[in-house]
C-alpha cells in the first residue's frame, strides 16, 4: 500500500467503459446496475491494494472486523455512483431521488453574487450536485478537476455532456495557470468545486485528526479560498442506494483573508474543522468513502 | 548574474512584501533565478497572491489563458518584462 493514489492506474479502460454506458443508455439503469455484480468482483479480486484499504477504512468506520460482503458492498456502492454518473450527465437528475439539505446555507453565501468554493471530498458522488442546475439554474459551478488522472472516464462524460468540458478548470497543468482561471471564474460569480481531501504528489499538507488519529489533508482549498476571499460552503452527495442520493451544503467560512503571520494557526483550525465535518458526513454512511488507499498511512 | 534593473527590483519589493518574505531581502533577488521551487521556493498559491498583487498596484490582470504563464512566472525578469509590457499597452489605451 505504499504508492501514491495517483500512481494507481485506471480501472476497466476504455471499452469496458464505454460498453457499460452502451448498455446503460440503450437498455436502462437496471440493465446496467445487474452487470456491476460482475464488475464489482471483478474489482475485488483484482485490485488487492483497493480491497485491502477499503477493508481497513471499513474496519475504523464500524469499530469491528469488515467482512468480505462488507468489502463487495462498498465495491458495488462505487461502482453505482460511477454508473450513476453516466446517467446525471446524460439526463440530469431526471429518474433520481434527490434530496437537498441546507440550499438556504448555500443561498445566504452566495447572495452577495461574488462567488464561493464548494468544498467537497471524495465521498458519494459530488456529480449529484447537478440536482442544483434543476433547482437553481442560473447558478454557474466550475469544478477543479485533474483530467489526467483517469483518462478514459473523462473522455467518456465529456463526450456524453460536452458542456461538462467547459465546467471544468484543469488541476494536471501548470499550478499557476489553474488558480488564475479559479480567480476568474469566481469575479464571474461562479462557484468553484474543490475537493479537500486528497492532495496530488508534492503538494503542501497538515494534519487534522480523522477517525481518531491525523491524517494530511491538502491546505490548498482553504488557502486559495482565503487568497480570493470567497466564502466555503461544504457539499457533500452521499449515494443512498437504489436511485437516491442525499446532497448537503454547509457553510463553513465567512471568506475572510488569512494573513500570513497567522497561517499555520488558521490552517491548522480551518483543517481540523473540515476534518471533523468530513467524518461526520462519512459516518452518515461509511460505505460512501472512496478513497481506496491508506488514507492516514502517509 | 546580473543586476535589477528599476523595474525589477520595485517588483522584487512587491513580491516580498506581498507573500511576506521577511527574511528575503528584495535587492537579492537573482533576476534569472527561478522563482518557483528554486532559490523562493514559491508554489501556486503565491503566483495567485503575486497575480492579486499586481492586478492591484499595476492595473492589469494576468490572464488565466496566456499559454506563455509557465514562462512568464519563471523568473522575476521574465515577469518584470512582462509587466512593462502590459503597463505601457494598459497607459497607452491599445487594450
Known amino acids: 500500500m505504499k504508492a501514491h493514489w495517483s500512481e494507481r492506474r485506471e480501472g476497466g479502460g476504455r471499452f469496458a467503459l464505454w460498453l457499460i454506458r452502451s448498455i446503460g443508455l440503450h437498455l436502462g439503469r437496471p440493465a446496467a446496475r445487474a452487470l456491476l455484480y460482475p464488475i464489482t468482483l471483478y474489482f475485488y479480486f483484482r485490485r488487492g491494494p483497493e480491497r485491502r484499504a477499503s477493508r481497513a477504512f471499513l474496519a475504523r468506520a464500524f469499530a469491528r472486523p469488515a467482512r468480505e460482503r462488507d468489502v463487495l458492498r462498498h465495491i458495488h456502492r462505487y461502482a453505482g455512483t460511477i454508473l450513476d454518473r453516466v446517467f446525471l450527465l446524460a439526463r440530469g437528475a431526471h429518474g433520481f431521488v434527490i434530496g437537498v439539505q441546507g440550499l438556504e446555507e448555500l443561498e445566504t453565501r452566495i447572495a452577495h453574487g461574488r462567488g464561493a468554493v464548494l468544498l467537497g471530498a471524495h465521498i458519494g458522488s459530488f456529480e449529484a450536485l447537478r440536482v442544483l442546475a434543476e433547482i437553481r439554474p442560473e447558478l454557474r459551478v466550475r469544478m477543479l478537476m485533474d483530467r489526467g488522472q483517469t483518462p478514459a472516464l473523462t473522455e467518456l462524460l465529456h463526450a456524453l455532456n460536452p458542456a461538462v468540458a467547459d465546467m471544468v478548470i484543469d488541476a494536471g497543468g501548470d499550478g499557476t495557470t489553474a488558480v488564475l482561471a479559479i480567480r476568474d471564474a469566481a469575479a464571474q460569480g461562479a462557484l468553484i468545486g474543490l475537493l479537500g481531501d486528497r492532495a496530488r504528489p508534492g503538494e503542501p499538507t497538515q494534519a487534522a485528526r480523522f477517525f481518531g488519529e491525523p491524517a494530511q489533508f491538502p491546505v490548498a482549498p482553504h488557502l486559495i479560498a482565503a487568497a480570493l476571499e470567497l ?59 472512496f478513497n481506496f488507499y491508506a488514507f492516514w498511512n502517509v | ?5 528599476p523595474a525589477e527590483h520595485e517588483l522584487a519589493e512587491l513580491i516580498v ?22 532559490g523562493l521556493g514559491l508554489d ?30 519563471s523568473s522575476l525578469r521574465e515577469l518584470s518584462a512582462h509587466v512593462e509590457k502590459q503597463r ?8
Do not use: H
Not at chain 1, 242 to 251: A, I, K, L
Not at chain 1, 262 to 282: H, K, P
Not at chain 2, 1 to 5: K, P, V
Open chain 2, 88 to 95: 505601457s499597452t494598459t497607459c497607452s489605451g491599445a487594450r
Open chain 1, 231 to 289: 466564502p466555503v460552503v461544504l457539499a457533500f452527495g452521499l449515494y443512498r442506494g437504489g436511485n437516491r442520493y442525499d446532497v448537503y451544503f454547509e457553510s463553513f467560512s465567512t471568506g475572510a483573508a488569512i494573513p500570513r503571520a497567522d497561517r499555520q494557526a488558521r490552517l491548522a483550525e480551518l483543517l481540523q474543522r473540515y476534518a471533523a465535518r468530513l467524518e461526520y458526513y462519512t459516518r452518515l454512511d461509511p460505505y460512501n468513502w
Open chain 2, 44 to 73: 501556486s498559491i503565491d503566483a495567485l497572491e503575486l497575480a492579486l498583487a499586481i492586478s492591484k498596484r499595476y492595473g492589469f490582470s494576468l490572464r488565466s489563458d496566456n499559454p506563455d504563464n509557465k514562462r512568464i512566472f
Open chain 2, 1 to 5: 548574474m546580473s543586476a535589477q534593473t
Open chain 2, 17 to 38: 512584501a506581498s507573500l511576506n518574505l521577511e527574511s528575503t531581502n528584495a535587492a537579492a533577488i537573482a533576476p534569472e533565478a527561478p522563482l518557483f521551487g528554486g
